[in-house]
């Protein structure tokens, strides 16, 4: 029996196996403010606090990436308002908490098309990536401007103005074009607020990562949820395809 993981504990390898890599699909935001008849945006606030939180807690327990989809390469569809809001939100994040990703060892990177947000931001994001790039405690992945299918479409362009020389090519001389070839597939995806989608998120790295949805809206997301995602995929049995070890 593993022991249970709970928000604040840091996993050692002794206990078995634990997810290196986590995703989440952040969703909810907008739902959570209308039930309280607060405008959407009142929503990405609060959801921006609790992926504070959550940052803070898979630091704690010791997880190694953990990838944040913050903005899709569809969610441009939205209100030019609630677009805006939403960039203001990630360029406030990236600069307040420059501080903390420094005395936490926490390494930025962004996933997604870069040259498709506002230069402002594209700007704040490689700063602070550059800035972060030597730390070695938790790697942050911020998936903005973020399509699994744009990121698959973008590697193959640059495999076309930079074909590999030689060799039989194969889905690891693939994955040297996408955005961040050195970051493990992750080993589990949550995602809030219910819905039993993908939405685009991590196509290709998703191949074989478990699943696990939480029925609450992303600002009430807690860090024992959190806890509770690992524990469930702890208990999962991965076959990748195999038969039942
Ligand atoms: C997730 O919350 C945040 C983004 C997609 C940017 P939503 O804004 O999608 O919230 P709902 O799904 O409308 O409730
Ligand atoms: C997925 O949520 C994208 C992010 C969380 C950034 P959406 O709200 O955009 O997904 P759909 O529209 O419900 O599929
Ligand atoms: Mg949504």
Redesign the pocket.
């Known amino acids: 029996m593993p022991a249970k993981q709970t928000a604040g504990s840091k996993f050692s390898p002794e206990e078995g196996r634990f997810p290196a890599h986590i995703g989440v ?3 909810g935001n907008g739902r959570w403010a209308v039930r309280r008849g607060r405008v959407r945006t009142q929503g990405h606030l609060e959801g921006l606090k609790t992926a504070k939180k959550i940052v803070k807690a898979a630091s704690d327990m010791g997880i190694s990436y953990l990838t944040l ?4 390469t ?2 441009w569809k939205r209100t030019a308002e609630e677009v805006g809001f939403i960039m203001g939100l990630v360029k406030q994040y990236l600069s307040a908490e420059l501080d903390f990703f420094r005395q936490n060892r926490i390494r930025i990177r962004h996933a997604g098309d870069a040259r498709g947000l506002p230069p402002e931001i594209a700007g704040e994001i490689r700063a602070v990536c550059d800035d972060t790039r030597d730390f070695a405690g938790l790697q942050v992945i911020l998936a903005l401007n973020y399509g699994g299918r744009d990121e698959i479409i973008r590697g193959i362009k640059r495999l076309l103005e930079a074909p590999p020389s030689g060799g039989e090519f194969t889905e690891a001389s693939f994955r040297q074009y996408l955005d961040n070839p050195d970051v493990p597939d992750p080993d589990l995806i949550i995602r809030t607020a219910g ?1 039993m ?1 993908i ?1 685009n998120f991590l196509l290709w790295e998703g191949a074989y990562t478990e699943y696990w949805v939480s029925e609450k809206m992303w600002p009430d997301f807690t860090e024992d949820d959190l806890a509770a995602a690992i524990e469930r995929f702890r208990g999962r049995e991965r076959r990748y395809g195999g038969v039942q070890g």
């Open positions: 699909i952040m969703d989809y913050v903005f899709s569809e969610n819905e989608r939405s």
